[in-house]
Structure formats: C-alpha cells, structure tokens
C-alpha cells in the first residue's frame, strides 16, 4: 500500500504565498509522476500541475507563472508554490501520484486534500 500524505493549506490574503507538500509513502518501486488538482463544490477535480520524475512540468493556464511544481524523488515528496495567489485560487487541494508498486504493479493514488483559501 501508499500513502499521500498534504500539507500546507491554510487561509492566506490575496496576493500572498503558500507552499503544499505531498509525501509519499509505502510499497514504492517509483513513481513518474506526481501532480496536483484542485476542486471547489459542485464542479469536477482539475488538474492545477504535474511533474514527471524526470523534471518535466506542465501547468493549467489558470496558474502558469504563479504556480511552480517540484520534487524530491529521494524524498518521493511534491511541492507546490503558490505565489500571487487570487480568490479564485480558492479550492481543496488533493496531490496525486502514479505509482509503480514493489510488486511492478502500477496504480494511482490520492492525498486526503488540503484547504487553501484566499480571502482578505
């Protein structure tokens, strides 16, 4: 089994910053990808960002040159910096991973979703 383990939501001011963290844990052979989604009451999950073990980033227009997406893979741990942050950047935050296995079998899972909200 994995775990995705969040931190980092919290209530900031508008145009403030906030860094989330995503710690993976468990039976991990390795994982390409690590990504970041969001979502706000009564639409579908979004995907915000994504990185590729190798480094390579791909963000939602929303949040290009706001948002930065790293990793850690000795840490299996994603980060997620968030400046100028806007009102509408208002969501639960959820960190995904797609994970091969010790056991080579690959799967997908979820963090537990972290608050961020921006409101002065």
């Known amino acids: 089994q994995v775990q995705l383990v969040e931190s980092g939501g919290g209530l900031v001011q508008p145009v403030g910053s906030l860094r989330l963290s995503c710690a993976a844990s468990?039976?991990?052979?390795?994982?390409?990808?690590m990504g970041w989604y969001h979502q706000v009451p009564g639409k579908q999950r979004e995907l915000v960002a994504v990185i590729t073990s190798g480094g390579t980033t791909t963000y939602a227009d929303s949040v290009k040159g706001r948002f930065t997406i790293s990793r850690d893979n000795a840490k299996n741990t994603a980060y997620l910096q968030m400046n100028s942050l806007k009102p509408e950047d208002t969501a639960v935050y959820y960190c995904?991973?797609?994970?091969?296995?010790?056991?080579?079998?690959?799967?997908?899972?979820w963090g537990q979703g972290t608050q961020v909200t921006v409101s002065s």
């Open positions: 468990g039976s991990i052979f390795s994982i390409p990808a």
């Open positions: 995904n991973a797609g994970v091969i296995t010790r056991t080579l079998a690959r799967t997908d899972y």
